[in-house]
């Protein structure tokens, strides 16, 4: 007996000093885990100061540097990722969720696609207007402007959505809205996400993957050879052809046929299933390349950068979310840079904008407005819509706004101005030059954040018998000119 407590004994401080041996001395070459991290440092004693401990900001940063640095640290996040997914279907990956018969959904899709994320018919109309106009100007001087709106993975598999995202039904989406307001306002854009869904029964292979966030490789084939044709339509330009050759069926998936599940970091590889992969044959055409294109857009253009540029553009440069020049999407860096933009633009027959319908919101990540500015500079945007166009496009505050419209009952786009008008109310004397709009917004936060004159502004609005909103203006306006 006391031989067997001994050996037990033994094995349980082999199990506990495992990885302590593994930190120190790598014993076992453990996969990389799949994604973005960046593992805390021990704090220097430098750190240790009386108001770091008492504040428990040391011991905090220890702790996470020894929990980030411990062996076997990958193996053990892969086996608790694992049990929460087998048993209770729970993806422990930020953004991403489990859908109806273990289809996969990156969330925002789904959020957009029920109008949890409609920014509101007024700013869209606002930003269409805008768009328009640059679209003409463009045009004038030689370049097309052409917008297509991407297909979403939400809008061509609602049926795996989650029943709890649907209990309230869907509402308007930017995606509706949109295309509604393009039709009447006579503005030409493709529209592959509605094309994506026309050919969702007849397609003989999976346009979209069950694993992966994007368009399957044989769905970029087909939108690639749709948009190719559209440009050269719209733009008068060549461009080279290409067709599919052989169609290999395999479960072996490819590029970013499974992201998804890549993110999740299980131990095993998911239930196989049966993608289609394209051999494709680029015509003796490719020598005679004439398209020069800014493509603006998100990572749905990777495949396309990677499969089809070098031989159907003869240049296409790829502004990232406007923000990161490809290849460098994914590292500190290589920037774009929107100074001088007129001239940045000069050259490119077709400046693309490409969103899929999960960044509709951020309509084009201000590269509308930015054009806008420098082709007409005598309409300069207000700072109130400068402060809206940031919270649209910085993921954590807008998701902050979508949180906080829920819990007051209010929409997202008003919920979004309400913002927008604290910020330049907080920092209107920093503002050079405030616009008439940005005085008129001040002075009514200014109203809301008195509660006499809040009350009183009550009062006249009954007394008139219009809204409160309404009456805050017209205060507003009368400070404005009288100041």
């Known amino acids: 007996m006391t031989g067997l407590k001994s050996g037990f004994l033994a094995f349980i401080l082999v199990v506990i000093s495992l990885p302590f041996f593994q930190k120190e001395l790598a014993v076992v ?22 108001n770091h401990w008492f504040n428990e900001s040391f011991q905090s940063q220890a702790e996470q540097a020894i929990e980030d640095q411990v ?9 608790y990722n694992e049990q929460d997914y087998c048993l209770f279907g729970v993806a422990n990956a930020d953004g991403f969720i489990r859908g109806k018969k273990g289809y996969l959904y990156e969330e925002e899709y789904i959020l957009e ?17 805008k768009l328009k106009a640059v679209q003409e100007k463009l045009r004038n001087q030689g370049t097309e402007l052409i917008m297509i709106i991407e297909p979403g993975k939400a809008s061509f598999y609602p049926e795996y959505i989650p029943d709890h995202y649907l209990v309230r039904g869907r509402t308007l989406s930017n995606y509706d809205y949109m295309v509604q307001k393009c039709t009447d306002m006579q503005i030409p854009f493709l529209d592959l996400n509605s094309y994506f869904m026309e050919m969702k029964e007849s397609s003989p292979y999976p346009l979209f993957p069950k694993y992966g966030m994007h368009w399957s490789i044989f769905g970029a084939t087909l939108a690639v050879d749709t948009l190719n044709k559209y440009i050269s339509k719209q733009a008068s330009v060549h461009v080279p052809a290409f067709e599919v050759t052989e169609v290999t069926i395999t479960d072996k998936m490819r590029s970013t046929d499974n992201d ?28 005679d390349k004439e398209l020069k294109m800014l493509v603006i857009g998100d990572s749905y253009y990777n495949s396309i950068k990677e499969m089809f540029s070098e031989n159907c553009y003869l240049r296409d440069d790829f502004w990232y979310y406007n923000r990161k020049v490809y290849p460098f999407i994914h590292v ?10 007129r001239d940045r633009i000069q050259g490119y027959n077709v400046i693309l904008l490409l969103s899929s319908e999960i960044n509709l919101h951020c309509f084009f990540w201000n590269a509308v407005d930015q054009l806008y500015a420098e082709l007409f500079p005598a309409n300069p945007d207000s700072w109130f819509s400068t ?10 505050w807008f998701r902050f706004a ?5 819990e007051n009952f209010t929409t997202l786009e008003r919920m979004i101005a309400r913002e927008a008008a604290y910020q330049v109310y907080q920092n209107f004397n920093t503002l050079d030059p405030a616009s008439k709009e940005d005085s008129i917004v001040y002075y009514m936060q200014a109203i809301r954040s008195s509660p006499n004159w809040l009350a009183d502004t009550w009062k006249k609005s009954k007394m008139a018998n219009i809204s409160l909103e309404e009456m805050m203006r017209i205060e507003a306006e009368y400070m404005y000119k009288m100041n």
């Open 260 to 287: 998804i599940e890549k993110t999740l970091n299980l131990i095993a590889d998911l239930p196989e299933t049966e993608l289609a992969y394209p051999e494709i044959r680029f015509g003796s055409d490719t020598v």
């Open 113 to 129: 696609y029920t109008g949890r994320y409609f920014i509101g018919k007024r700013t869209i109309e606002k930003k269409l207007r």
């Open 29 to 50: 070459r453990e996969p990389s885990l799949y994604g973005y991290f960046r593992n805390a440092r021990m704090p220097g004693l430098d750190s240790l100061t009386w």
């Open 71 to 79: 062996g076997f640290r990958k193996s053990l996040i892969r086996i």
């Open 402 to 406: 979508v949180k906080q419209a829920k």
């Open 387 to 396: 402060y809206e166009n940031g919270i649209r496009n910085d993921r954590g």
């Open 332 to 341: 500190d860096g290589h920037d774009v840079v929107h100074d001088d933009l």
